[in-house]
């Protein structure tokens, strides 16, 4: 909690990388007394610490989300582009499976879509909220059917989405 409080009001500095505006929007919407408290991983030196950053991503992942690597790895996710912007999905997808989601499918939407969609058909709540926090998309719908455990529809919010967390990275 103390940490978390700290980072909110003391610090501007940003994760790097893909968690980056959706770590800030859940210290931004954290209660302190209900944070969970966790040693980021890394090697000590005599004066400095170096921070373990795979390890880090994880312990992000199961203390703001509630979700394992081994339920990111074990939920078959497909991309589907519906954006109209030609490798939009496979842009997508490179950058979730870096951070260890199991993307199993790319391919192109059969239509144009006007809003970046979560379509969760097995009941993984929690994968599909972290995908629509990280896409910048609140859009989740529950359908059934056969295929991948979660589809992303990805519209061309996204690709204004990505530039944004590109910019404020750097």
């Known amino acids: 909690p103390g940490f978390a409080h700290m980072h909110r009001v003391n610090t501007t500095r940003r ?19 209900a944070a969970l408290e966790r040693t980021l991983p890394g090697d000590f030196g005599p ?16 203390m703001m989300y509630g979700v394992t690597p ?6 078959a996710v497909e991309v589907l582009n519906g954006s109209g912007v030609p490798g939009l999905a496979r842009q997508t997808a490179q950058r ?8 199993v499918r ?3 939407a059969a239509s144009v879509v006007p809003r970046t969609t979560i379509i969760d058909r097995r009941g993984r709540t929690e994968v599909a909220q972290l995908l629509a926090e990280l896409l910048g998309s609140h859009a989740i719908t529950q359908e059934t ?8 529809l990805v519209a061309r919010d996204v690709a204004g989405y990505l530039d944004q967390l590109r910019t404020s990275t750097r």
């Open 15 to 33: 994760i790097v990388g893909f968690f980056a505006m959706p770590w800030r929007t859940q210290l931004e919407r954290s209660d302190p007394e």
């Open 47 to 62: 004066i400095y610490w170096e921070p373990n950053q795979a390890m880090i991503r994880q312990a992000l992942l199961e």
């Open 70 to 75: 081994e339920t990111l790895s074990a939920t």
């Open 96 to 103: 979730l499976e870096r951070l260890g989601f199991r993307i």
């Open 106 to 108: 790319v391919d192109t």
């Open 145 to 152: 059917g056969e295929g991948a455990d979660i589809t992303v």
